[in-house]
T-cell receptor, first 111, second 116 residues
Framework: GNSVTQMEGPVTLSEEAFLTINCTYT??????LFWYVQYPGEGLQLLLK?????DKGSNKGFEATYRKETTSFHLEKGSVQVSDSAVYFC??????????FGTGTSLTVIP | DAGVIQSPRHEVTEMGQEVTLRCKPI?????LFWYRQTMMRGLELLIY????????DSGMPEDRFSAKMPNASFSTLKIQPSEPRDSAVYFC??????????????FGNGTRLTVT
């Protein structure tokens, strides 16, 4: 079947620290992978995506590489800011347009 | 692009009352999804439509919940009668869904429902 597992939170970092949020997946076939971000009081927003193996998605300083050999799509940012404080969701989409979300990882960045 | 529009943003109602949540997907999108988010259970898929037809409603909690999509630009989620355990944030999302599964979901800002 299809599923996404992401690291438990909450994660607390100091401003300018390096961020990694781990995400691994189980899927049949060749899924597309996504990271979404949710700010307080808002809906989920697409942060980045990758549609095939070895693709790197990037946006706003965040990056994630689609690793088929390790079934992973870890989110990274070299220097986090207070404004990055949010909940981050890893997700996959497979044929038939079904989406599968991880449980979310809460990130708090302190000045 | 106005994005996915949900109304109302907040709804407070008493137990036993009927609640109707509304969603306008992005124009041109052919798939629409209803999700519920709570602290305890996280993000749950309730139902999704493809070309206005319900494809998977296995996430709908019980018969008190129903969803319709009468046309490509409008969907409703109805709860009748409502109960306190239905209190949650309900999200609508849409996508241009093909069989490749590589089109992202676009979420609305949600309806926060409180049932007292």
């Amino acid at each position: 079947g299809n599923s996404v597992t992401q690291m438990e939170g909450p994660v607390t970092l100091s401003e300018e620290a390096f961020l990694t949020i781990n995400c691994t997946y189980t899927a049949t076939g060749y899924p597309s992978l996504f990271w979404y971000v949710q700010y307080p009081g808002e809906g989920l927003q697409l942060l980045l995506k990758a549609t095939k193996a070895d693709d790197k998605g990037s946006n706003k300083g965040f990056e994630a590489t689609y690793r088929k050999e390790t079934t992973s799509f870890h989110l990274e940012k070299g220097s986090v800011q207070v404004s990055d404080s949010a909940v981050y969701f890893c997700a996959l989409s497979n044929t038939g347009n079904q989406f599968y979300f991880g449980t979310g990882t809460s990130l708090t960045v302190i000045p | 692009d106005a994005g996915v529009i949900q109304s109302p943003r907040h709804e407070v109602t008493e137990m036993g009352q009927e609640v109707t949540l509304r969603c306008k997907p992005i124009s041109g999108h052919n798939s629409l999804f209803w999700y519920r988010q709570t602290m305890m259970r996280g993000l749950e898929l309730l139902i999704y439509f493809n070309n206005n037809v319900p494809i998977d409603d296995s996430g709908m909690p019980e018969d008190r919940f129903s969803a319709k999509m009468p046309n490509a630009s409008f969907s409703t989620l109805k709860i009748q009668p409502s109960e306190p355990r239905d209190s949650a944030v309900y999200f609508c999302a849409s996508s241009f869904g093909g069989n490749q599964g590589n089109s992202p979901l676009h979420f609305g800002n949600g309806t926060r429902l409180t049932v007292t």
